[in-house]
């Protein structure tokens, strides 16, 4: 028993659910105060949006992680976020809240009827590789253009990354570059602590209403989000590292968590490909020991959630390109990971091309963002010109 205890106190591990909680709640979380915000919710409706999405998301890596022994991190869709901000200019949050049930209904009967694994099973890895790399890569470069608008605070924490990797092997070097960017901004005076004024707010219960508009505009678009998006980036990244994932898992739990975290306002819940590649990293310790910092994440996450409205201002206070340059250095592992199974195999290198480039884009069109446009016109590419590799791949 001691033993067990001590193996999930290492260094390595839990320092990598650290770094992954930081990356969940920074961000993300910000993603959701401003979007929100411009939608005109009150600052109790936000704190319930933030304490549902980050309490009942921890809460489905944790059972995942823990039942799998899987590194797998729960959390929301950002995507969904963007999309849903954009929404509620045109419906209430009581119509959104409808939609949002709908959704967890449709991803949880792909899920048992098993439709979702053939899904997962028709869709080419390297397409699914070269979508992360598109969606992520904008993280690695605001870190470099950071070094134009403060080259001390990004230069320094990108040489302590490099230094740390070099010589410090039981600590992710993300982390030391963390502590040093939050103390420079520190001496710097870069914090805004007179904004962080905080007071305990209990989530409220919301009641959903169904509205047919809301349903085709939210509902649709949130369940492909979640399927080919967040869960696709997810299995993407455990099968690079050599994990098989559980995908009609990642949709079951995921709906039937996400439809009591809908009545609180979360708009989603889900597996997180960028925390669990964090976690998944060889920089989280043995293999079958890397779980453990999808549990260390998953608690965090549950206890930002439940202390959110004491939480969320302190957040709110770190300067901006600190979040930045920690976020860049955070994605270079899946980076280099995805980059070599979206490109080293010469099946798909023309859909993985496109999948790279449209996700790189940004685009937004018909309600769709660029991750799920990155899929469906990559693999649509490939049947034009390289249908003869879904031959091969399925023989």
Known sequence: MLGETKQFLRVETFSAGLVATIFGVTGPALIIISGATAAGLTYEQIISWIFSVYFFGGLLGLILSVKYRQPISGAFSIAGAVLVVEALTSYSLNEAIGAYLIANLIVFLLGVSGLIDRVMKWMPVPIVMGMIVGILIHFAVEMIIALEDAPILS??????????????????????????????????????????????????????????????????????????????????????????????????????????????????????????????????????????????????????????????????????????????????????????????????????????????????????SAPLWAIIGSITISLLVEREHFIEMHR
């Open 155 to 368: 230069g320094s924490a990108i040489f302590v990354f490099l230094v740390c990797m070099r010589f410090v092997k039981k600590v992710p070097p993300v982390l030391p570059a963390l502590l040093t960017v939050l103390l420079l901004s520190y001496i710097m005076g870069s914090f805004q602590f007179e904004a962080a004024e905080s007071y305990f707010i209990l989530p409220q219960l919301i009641f959903p209403t169904f509205s047919s508009a809301s349903i085709v505009s939210l509902s649709i678009p949130l369940a492909l989000i979640i399927i080919c998006t967040e869960n696709a980036q997810a299995t993407g990244v455990l099968r690079a590292e050599g994990y098989q994932p559980p995908v009609r898992s990642f949709a079951i739990y995921g709906s039937i968590i996400g439809f009591f975290a809908s009545l609180f306002g979360a708009h989603a819940i889900n597996v997180a490909g960028p925390m669990t590649a964090i976690c998944a990293a060889k920089e989280a310790g043995e293999k079958n020991e890397r779980y453990k910092a999808a549990v260390a994440n998953g608690v965090l996450f549950m206890l930002f959630g439940l202390f959110a409205s004491l939480i969320v201002p302190f957040i709110i206070a770190i300067p901006s390109l600190a979040i930045t340059v920690i976020a860049g250095l955070a994605m270079i592992g899946v980076l280099l990971s995805s980059l070599k199974n979206a490109f080293s195999s010469n099946q798909f290198q023309m859909g993985a091309f496109f999948a790279f480039i449209i996700g790189m884009s940004g685009i937004q069109f018909l309600g769709i």
